[in-house]
């Protein structure tokens, strides 16, 4: 190894290891709503409201946590394109750092309502940040295990979130002080980011690798910064194979939104967990997804575009079976099974979605549009991903899990049907790249 690649391979680690450990800590500001909204409901409830008015209400605020999500989508992409990815990824932290404390302090349902609408706004800004990273640092033939790697830390590090959080709640420590933690936690990420983090190679005396043939961008796409708005959104949004990737994302973020936002409720109610035991179950959910997406991963480089479409069929196929089982089985009390049966869910599904807002973007953007594909994948995926508050928490009220879960499992399905065309779109020979 010459002492170049040394130093390649060296910051190429370095710049992962720094984006798994940013994004982990947005992921402990964002699932210790999910792991405290037990406490938070008896608080409510304390004060004279119902626990169903309660459930509501706080499914409302998850919705339009995900609404402002949704919408920072749309528009970071374009931000990280523009003007790098690194300044992105530390706002976002910042951002998140100050709304997550605001909330401890917000006093009842409009003031938690306004500090999670702002803190999962500016944590839009992170994930696209990080695919215009990916974009300079690494080769298109390795964008399956790149992002798949980086996608460990909305899985991994959320299952370490929710174990750690889980563990305060164990030792007595209160929702708020559980925010606070959080809060420290990616506070100390963001300064050590700040320190260490690179927007490309360039910043180190090092060469860019080239990004994907199959940009829509044609040779343009190895350019990071785009001429103008129409020129970075017109070839993706005349992209039959991007809408129908937009598409699959409304449907896959819609489940994997509900896994992680109603998995502890449902372990307390249909497990008979305790709500400490059930945040720290929920964690095999992301465990067993940071799994699935290092085999997706791999896969899907040595496959191919192609392959990637394929395990998305098969993976969206067997997961809605799954979920039909967890509608339709009565399992006598036991803990054991829907513990088990939401880890498979977990297994099929989240490998399927890193392909998605991560290699398939980037397959998509080049270094050029990279971001931009990202956000608006992401978008259209968390317009759907709003349904999964307040519409689950209605559908679990009303007719019970079963019936929740059996219209989770039609979701899976139809999105299936949609990873078919895109399977066929793929199939197509890549163009040669235009000037």
Not at 419 to 428: G, I, M, S
Request: net charge positive; glycine share 14%.
């Amino acid at each position: 190894m010459t002492d170049e690649s040394g130093r390649r391979a060296f910051w190429q680690v370095l710049t992962v290891g720094l984006m798994v450990a940013a994004y982990t800590g947005y992921y402990v500001c964002r699932s210790n709503l999910s792991v405290v909204q037990k406490m938070i409901e008896a608080e409510l409830a304390a004060g004279g409201m119902s626990l169903s008015s309660a459930r509501l209400r706080i499914g409302t605020i998850v919705s339009l946590g995900t609404l402002a999500y949704a919408l920072g989508k749309f528009l970071s992409g374009s931000v990280a394109d523009s003007l790098g990815g690194r300044r992105n990824v530390l706002y976002g932290m910042a951002g998140s750092v100050a709304c997550t404390l605001l909330f401890t302090v917000g006093g009842g349902v409009p003031g938690y309502t306004a500090a999670w609408f702002g803190n999962r706004l500016v944590q839009s800004l992170g994930w696209v940040g990080m695919v215009k990273i990916t974009s300079r640092w690494f080769s298109h033939k390795a964008y399956g295990r790149v992002m798949g790697v980086l996608s460990l830390s909305y899985l991994f590090g959320d299952a370490v979130s929710r174990e750690f959080l889980g563990r305060l709640i164990g030792a007595g420590v209160g929702w708020r002080g559980v925010f606070i933690a959080a809060a420290s936690v990616l506070a100390t990420l963001l300064v050590l980011c700040t320190w260490l983090l690179k927007e490309s190679p360039d910043r180190v005396g090092l060469e860019e690798p080239p990004s994907s043939p199959a940009s829509v961008y044609g040779k343009d796409g190895e350019k990071p910064v785009p001429p103008g708005l129409k020129a970075l959104l017109l070839p993706l949004l005349t992209s039959p194979g991007f809408i129908l990737v937009c598409l699959m994302s409304v449907g896959v973020t819609l489940l994997r939104e509900a896994f992680n936002t109603w998995t502890p409720t449902y372990l307390v109610e249909a497990a008979g967990l305790s709500a400490d035991v059930a945040a720290r179950r929920s964690g095999l959910f992301p465990l067993f997804g940071g799994v699935s997406v290092i085999l997706a991963g791999f896969l899907g480089d040595k496959l191919g575009r192609a392959g990637r479409a394929a395990i998305i069929c098969v993976g969206l196929s067997l997961a809605g079976a799954v979920m039909a089982a967890l509608g339709l089985v009565d399992f006598g009390g036991s803990a054991a099974w829907p513990v088990a049966l939401v880890s498979a869910v977990a297994f099929l599904l989240i490998g399927p979605y890193s392909f998605l807002a991560g290699a398939i973007a980037l397959d998509f953007g080049g270094k050029q549009g990279s971001a931009t594909a990202s956000g608006l994948i992401d978008g259209f995926g968390y317009l759907g991903g709003m349904l999964a508050g307040a519409g689950v928490a209605g559908l679990s009220i009303r007719y019970g899990w079963g019936v929740a879960f059996g219209v989770l499992a039609a979701v899976a399905w139809l999105t299936a049907a949609v990873a078919v065309l895109f399977l066929l779109d793929q199939r197509r020979p890549v163009a040669a790249p235009t000037e």
